[in-house]
Nanobody, 117 residues
């Protein structure tokens, strides 16, 4: 059974930093595309950042140069380093994995990030 567990969320002041982690189990992590999404109250879930099996990354325009996604295949973990946080970054952040072998998609339960002004 595939399981994704996010951690690292919390309350931070504007301009501060947080590092989110997503630990995966039950899947061949190195063969999975990983991504972070977020959903703010009353808004649709949106892509924040993604990283391929080869390490290529992509970012939403509103987080470029502030957020960095990375992965550690030895630890089956993907990270999201978030710097220069803004109140509009407040949301529940979700980890998503897509298997390049089966195409199956799994989501974590999310971690709350709150940025105060």
């Amino acid at each position: 059974q595939v399981r994704l567990v996010e951690s690292g969320g919390g309350l931070v002041q504007a301009g501060g930093s947080l590092r989110l982690s997503c630990a995966a189990s039950g899947t061949i992590f190195s063969r999975n595309v990983m991504a972070w999404y977020r959903q703010a109250p009353g808004k649709q879930r949106e892509l924040v950042a993604g990283i391929t099996t080869g390490g290529s990354t992509r970012y939403a325009d509103n987080v470029k140069s502030r957020f960095t996604i990375s992965r550690d295949n030895a630890k089956n973990t993907v990270y999201l380093q978030m710097d220069s946080l803004k109140p509009e970054d407040t949301a529940v952040y979700y980890c998503k994995t897509t298997s390049t072998i089966t195409g199956d998609v799994y989501w974590g339960r999310g971690t709350q990030v709150t940025v105060s002004s």
